[in-house]
């Protein structure tokens, strides 16, 4: 997975696109417990990297979401290209969502809401299922077209974060191509949720987790919740650069290693 943070100007977007990965189910990968600081490290990479000036985000008040499903409509007589048209979204993807949702309210402390389904417009997270030919046709304000292209071209699916210049997420919106198997698509709506909420880089250090590429998770792994519980603990703040969250990081995410799954 590549990212983009701090090397725009002005620095207010952040995007992560997804790559290949091998599909693996949760329950095949045996969960080794690693140690805090094993986890903390884990954690920096997650969610802050390594680029230079690099600094946490989060969402600071609770997003709406909404989904939508496209589909290629008629083609321009300009272009010649076929442009994206609403579809009915299917009842299992919004309910993949909900279920998806309702973990990451309570991992977040947010009261994160979706939005009811195809309701057309709003919402502060849009997730729009749409055929990979017309994932160009959906607007990412900011974005450069030669980074956005790089995005969309191996990608299963990807997503794109605009932060204040307080590092609090504003928006986000979220594309998956929708000729993926069932499965890629419930792991696409998980993963790039779970990034877009704040956690938007991959690691290979620790697995199984949904931030590691050499599975395809379709539920939140220990290791996950241990790092959404950090990130939306109160004592870490958007903004924080790396070295503060080194610091502090191993009182927090000791306690939630204690808690049962």
Known sequence: M?????????????WVCASFVLMLPLTAVAETLPSVQEVRRFAEEVVIGNKPG????KWT?????????????????????????????TEAHYAALENHIAELATLTGL????????????????????PRLQMSAIPFPGVPAKKLSQAMGPSRCFFVIWPTP???????????????????????LLEELTQSLGLPNDSDRLRPSVFNETAMLTELSYLDRILIRTVYDPRIPAGMNLGDFREKAEAIIGPYMAMPE
């Open 166 to 188: 307080d590092w609090a997420v504003q928006k986000a919106r979220i594309a998956i191509n929708s000729i993926l198997e069932e499965d890629h698509i419930t792991h696409c």
């Open 111 to 130: 009261p994160i809401r979706l939005m009811p389904r195809d309701i057309g417009s709003g919402g502060d997270i849009v997730i729009t299922i749409v």
């Open 2 to 14: 590549n990212s983009l943070a701090n090397d725009m100007i002005p620095r207010l977007v952040l």
């Open 61 to 89: 008040h609770a997003p709406t979401i909404r989904l939508e499903t496209m589909t290629a409509g008629p083609r321009d007589e300009t272009t010649g290209r076929a442009m994206p048209v609403p579809t009915r979204t």
């Open 54 to 57: 690099a600094r946490l985000v």
